[in-house]
């Protein structure tokens, strides 16, 4: 099965940029469609951004529309959360996931069998 490591994470201030990275490691990243989901303290895992296998198809959790940017590049078994603009409602662990079903970039977590450690990301006001 395939594993997942999420780095990338930090402390910023509201208005900075960061971006997460996602490496995968024993099986190729382009059997599966990736997502990112954060949970914040005290909340349910939210989600955030998901893309199919190929990269022709993105969505993303309304909270972060026009401000975050999920990409991947396959030949580098790896993908991209590019985060702009952040604010202090962004605060919260970053995970990345993957689902073998390829075609979908699904939006609930249940949908998503593998899953990384996480990252912090922590943005001060």
């Known amino acids: 099965q395939v594993q997942l490591v999420e780095s990338g994470g930090g402390l910023v201030q509201a208005g900075d940029s960061l971006r997460l990275s996602c490496a995968a490691s024993?099986?190729?990243?382009?059997?599966?469609?990736m997502a990112w989901f954060r949970q914040a303290q005290g909340k349910e895992r939210e989600f955030v951004a998901a893309?199919?296998?190929?990269?022709?198809?993105?969505t993303y959790g309304d909270s972060v529309k026009g401000r975050f940017t999920i990409s991947r590049d396959n030949q580098k078994n790896t993908v991209y959360l590019q985060m702009n603009r952040l604010e202090r409602e962004d605060t919260g662990v970053y995970f990345c996931?993957?689902?073998?079903?390829?075609?979908?970039?699904?939006?609930?977590?249940?949908?998503?069998?593998?899953w990384g450690q996480g990252t912090q990301v922590t943005v001060s006001s």
């Open positions: 996931a993957a689902d073998p079903r390829k075609i979908r970039a699904g939006v609930r977590k249940e949908e998503y069998d593998y």
């Open positions: 024993r099986r190729a990243l382009s059997n599966y469609a």
């Open positions: 893309i199919d296998w190929r990269g022709g198809y993105t």
